[in-house]
């Protein structure tokens, strides 16, 4: 529900990002009937650091994704929903959440979380960051060429299967026991390999340089190691629940000051 709820509200600014640049020359990124997807509307839903997190596949999940739920809008229109008054009200909220949703996070891009207060909110909750670091069971591909490895990781992210891909493209011996390396640790001689693994989720396609070429790793499971979690390992963690809290204090905050400035309101 989350989801869908999510899509909705990217089509509506997608819609409006669209219609603003419908005079400038534009290159499509996909169109259903007479409605196009401009490249450059597409590209300016992210920022920069979230466009170049995404590899091809997840772009074009996301095309996918507006080019479902536009046939299911014009079918929409085409039975009359649209023209039912709540329909019309969800739209206009949509509309009204997206927009605010781009001031908050215009206000959080300006936040910078320092070294320091990252560690200062570590000391100060201490007892709610306490655990044994986790080992990953590392699955590898290693290859030489850089190019063939970003292809093969976007093949793996769009289905292909993990183990094939060992057995036919794995330049290294680890490949005839399907690139399993067992569980890696922080202290263990594969500790490069779990800083790696650290980074990403379960079953998350991931590559990186090393040994002059390139490893593609997954992990499928995890174990806890007899080595206590400390401030570095939860440093991710503190960040996120600070921006939460920001969040929250900048919505606040922006409520006070526009009910403030704007006098003019009424509940009947």
Not at 216 to 241: C, H
């Amino acid at each position: 529900m989350k989801r869908l709820c999510y899509l909705i509200l990217l089509v509506a600014l997608l819609v409006t990002l669209s219609c603003k640049k419908e005079k400038e020359a534009v290159t499509p990124a996909a169109q259903v009937g007479s409605q196009i997807l401009s490249l450059q509307s597409f590209r300016a839903n992210f920022n920069d650091e979230q466009w170049n997190a995404m590899d091809d596949s997840q772009r074009k999940k996301y095309l996918e994704d507006w080019v479902n739920l536009t046939l299911l809008a014009n079918e929409a229109d085409a039975l009359g929903l649209s023209d039912d008054l709540a329909i019309k009200l969800k739209m206009e909220n949509a509309v009204k959440k997206v927009k605010a949703n781009a001031l908050i996070a215009n206000r959080l891009s300006n936040i910078h979380i320092a070294e320091d207060e990252l560690f200062n909110y570590y000391r100060l909750y201490q007892a709610e960051f306490k655990g044994k670091l986790l080992e990953y069971n590392v699955q590898r591909i290693y290859m030489k060429d850089q190019n063939a490895a970003r292809e093969l990781v976007n093949r793996l992210k769009g289905g292909l299967d993990f183990d094939e891909a060992v057995l036919t493209y794995s330049s290294e011996d680890l490949g005839i026991s399907l690139g399993k390396m067992g569980f890696v640790s922080a202290t263990g001689a594969d500790s490069l390999f779990w800083m790696q693994a650290r980074k990403i989720k379960e079953g998350e396609i991931s590559y990186f340089a090393a040994d002059d070429g390139f490893y593609i790793i997954r992990y499928t499971g995890t174990q806890e190691s007899n080595q206590d979690a400390g401030f570095e390992d939860f440093k991710s963690q503190i960040r996120e629940r600070i921006l939460a809290e920001r969040h929250q204090q900048i919505y606040q905050d922006l409520l006070r000051q526009l009910k403030n400035k704007n006098h003019d309101i009424y509940y009947y």
